[in-house]
């Protein structure tokens, strides 16, 4: 699935930091804790690749501007694979 979000204004950059909320049928043994973060150009992340199949993922944005100041992050509703 694509994860996309509103651009922030100033933004060069986005960190998202995936949480486990609920592994997949699968993955039952998998730890529910966060992940390491993801970099992203751009308001959106194909998680496809990223994360397990099947599970529900809550995650916490920030971005960061040309100064290389990050924003306080925001949480994302749950998000099923």
């Known amino acids: 699935g694509i994860l ?3 651009p922030s204004p100033n933004a060069v950059a ?3 930091t995936p949480i486990l909320i609920k ?4 993955f ?3 730890r529910i804790e966060p992940y390491s973060p993801i970099l992203s150009p751009a308001a959106k992340l194909n998680l496809r690749r990223q994360l397990l199949p099947d599970g529900i993922y809550g995650f916490m944005i920030s971005s960061a501007n ?4 990050i924003s306080k ?3 994302s509703e749950g998000f099923h694979l």
Do not use: L, N
């Open 4 to 6: 996309s979000w509103t």
């Open 14 to 16: 986005y960190r998202i």
């Open 23 to 26: 592994p997949g049928k699968s």
């Open 28 to 30: 039952q043994d998998t």
């Open 66 to 69: 040309s100064s290389g100041q």
């Open 73 to 75: 992050p925001i949480r």
